[in-house]
């Protein structure tokens, strides 16, 4: 039974992978590689059981923290075109990339 | 008494576990046939949230000692907030970007009594 649960997560991600090689959009992309990731963890959990050695969830827990700081990564890298801008302060950042100078 | 309850407990939890496993290849499915990256995003979102939530439940009643289940539980908590926050990001961004939603009629087909 977990043997299946883990051969259906499978087949999942390789649809998933469709989507991200022909997703028309960045986005499309970004959103199936996210899902990718969080069925990653999945399956590193259900394949822990099916072997009877439930040790690597360690592994699926810090799966599941890199996933999500790739996509907000990602997604800022897209909007910004750069990783050196701080999301609190970010207008006076982006004035200072696009040369102007900043409000008082 | 208490060896029926365990077996119980491991069959309503693989049963939980195929469940959630056949939700995400629902989801999957739903990525790939839907028409615009708002339904998409919608598809894979919902069923993410549903099939972790199911599969870690499942694999919580298979049992596994207090460690594992606690380190399921840390997992659940930290899919059940990002999973969302992702999906909204990606939402935001795509919006503020000027990706269109389909509009009403954007999905008809030309039918064979149109074009007679």
Known sequence: MLVAAALAIFVSMSLMLVRAFAGPTTYDRLLSVNSFGSKTVLLIGVMGFANGRPDFLDIAIVYALINFVTTIGILKFFRYRTLEVSLSTRRRAVADASGERPDA | ?116
């Open chain 2, 1 to 116: 008494m208490l060896e029926q309850a365990a077996s119980i407990a491991a069959f309503v939890g693989q049963g939980l576990v195929l469940a959630g496993a056949i939700v995400t290849i629902i989801g999957s499915v739903g990525v790939l046939r839907f028409p615009d990256f708002y339904t998409r995003i919608h598809a894979a979102s919902v069923t993410d949230t549903l099939g972790a939530g199911l599969i870690i439940v499942g694999l919580v009643l298979l049992g596994g000692g207090f460690f594992v289940t606690v380190k399921l539980l840390i997992i659940w908590g930290l899919i059940l907030i990002t999973g969302p926050t992702a999906s909204h990001a990606l939402a935001n961004a795509a919006f503020t970007s000027h990706v269109k939603p389909l509009g009403r009629g954007d999905l008809r087909q030309p039918s064979a009594s149109d074009e007679g």
